[in-house]
């Protein structure tokens, strides 16, 4: 049955009527722990990891990259699932509904095929051009190989999750992520150094235990669907490829892809140049970017939520609510982010140990830590202001914001702060991208206002 019922039509999802702080506690609150567990598995896998040896650590450092091509993919999807599916619940269209969750799980097994494919014949080829040998080459094929040919795990949890997210049933989500997360965290040590009868795998464990745990998560969140998610109707037997909603989904989730594939491009890069200093450097990036999760997760925990708010009230023509939404948010995102600012700048050499920080890392961490952290000043208002170009339809803004941040200015200014500098010079490049990044977001979230939304509202009045 595609029809949502009478019944449920009348009743106004609480993405319309519940009071805009409440509603963003109330539903932001089990995505941002659930991403925090996320951060905690992040971090803790990179802790076992080091403690087979700095080269394994540096090894999940350069796979970090490929790993987030594959979370790439399923979110990018994923916005286009969440922004389509909660504008269709505001406008009431049912049948829209049904396309997007229909045509949303084909692209998210199209993808899948893709990792399977890179996993199989390319990983080798990838840590040549990042000039790995030796222990971290084969420690890195190991652990990277596994992981990429049981893609579809996470990209279709994602996948999953998302529709979840979109009609405002984020508490399942939490169980979802957070039990993926647990199971990661429990086995991961079980795995590696073959605890309770099993056997040693080392870092092959560490991808035995990331798979496993993505694979629960996947499996959990399409029972929540099925069984909970009465806004959403799986029809396996009218399933029907629909190239125009198919195209809606890569109109809003495209830009997503791109920007976090070239977050993985940024890092790519950033590691060869970092590999000209020492491996331990690549070692201190990837342990900062398992750090800034912490800060980072949540706040696009809270930005998921968002997305669905701003769609749903744009759909039922709500602006006031949407314009009260988007405030609110930047208010909670900021103060997640500053908290994280303060833990770099005072606590850094105790964060680092954490990782059984050599004398050397402390050296080239603790200052890097510092600089990076001024750009989570200004970062929060432009992942905020992301979210509301993606749910309005706009992810070409948030796409050309990304591309200058990440390849037109940090990356040229990495290099040439490197040689003019040294290491030093290549963190100064993050905050100096975020303060350009703030700027055009400004300028791209004025157009919107205008063109968009005042439109919207003078069109809600006639």
Request: glycine letters at 6%; aromatic letters at 14%; one cysteine or more.
């Amino acid at each position: 049955m595609n029809k949502i019922s009478v019944t449920n039509e009348k009743r106004e999802n609480k993405m319309g009527s519940m009071p805009i702080n409440k509603l963003i506690i109330n539903m932001s609150i089990p995505l941002i722990t659930s991403m925090f567990i996320q951060a905690f598995y992040n971090t803790v896998d990179s802790f076992f990891v080091s403690k087979i040896n700095e080269e394994a650590l540096t090894a999940v450092s350069m796979s970090f990259p490929a790993q987030n091509l594959m979370i790439s993919a399923g979110t990018g999807i994923g916005i286009g699932i969440t922004s389509l599916i909660a504008r269709y619940l505001g406008a009431k269209d049912s049948k829209g509904i049904t396309k997007v969750v229909h045509n949303g799980v084909f692209l998210g097994i199209l993808n899948s095929i893709l990792f399977i494919i890179f996993g199989l014949f390319f990983t080798k080829f990838y840590f040549e051009f990042q000039k790995a040998s030796g222990l971290i080459k084969e420690y890195g094929l190991q652990y990277l190989t596994l992981c990429s040919v049981f893609s579809f795990a996470i990209i279709m949890e994602i996948t999953f999750e998302r529709m979840l997210i979109a009609s405002g049933k984020t508490f399942y989500t939490m169980i979802t992520q957070s039990t993926g997360a647990i199971i990661n965290i429990i086995f991961d040590p079980i795995f590696i150094f073959g605890l309770f009868g099993f056997p040693k795998m080392g870092i092959v464990g560490a991808s035995v235990a990331t798979v496993l745990g993505q694979t629960i998560a996947m499996i959990l969140a399409l029972y929540f669907n099925i069984k909970k998610n009465h806004e959403v109707r799986f029809a396996l037997k009218k399933f029907k490829i629909d190239f125009k909603t198919i195209l809606n989904i890569y109109e809003i989730g495209f830009p997503s892809i791109i920007m976090q594939s070239t977050a993985s491009f940024l890092i790519f890069q950033l590691n060869n140049l970092l590999s000209s200093f020492s491996t331990t450097a690549t070692a201190v990036l990837g342990i900062y970017f398992k750090l800034q999760s912490f800060v980072v997760l949540p706040v696009f925990g809270l930005n998921n939520s968002v997305i669905s708010i701003v769609s749903y009230n744009y759909g039922a023509g709500k602006i006031k609510r949407l314009i009260q939404a988007i405030k609110i948010a930047n208010v909670y995102a900021f103060t997640i982010m500053f908290f994280g600012f303060l833990l770099c700048q005072f606590i850094p050499e105790m964060i680092l140990k954490i990782f059984d920080a050599s004398d050397n890392m402390l050296a080239i961490g603790i200052p890097a830590l510092r600089i990076i952290s001024f750009a989570f000043l200004i970062a929060p208002f432009c992942i905020v202001s992301s979210g509301t170009f993606q749910a309005l339809g706009k992810g070409n803004f948030s796409l050309i914001i990304s591309l200058v941040r990440q390849l037109i200015v940090i990356l040229p200014l990495s290099y040439l702060f490197a040689k003019i500098i040294g290491i030093n010079g290549i963190w100064l490049a993050f905050p100096i991208s975020e303060i350009v990044a703030g700027v055009l977001t400004v300028i791209f979230l004025k157009k919107l206002y205008n063109n968009d939304i005042m439109k919207r509202k003078r069109k809600k009045h006639k």
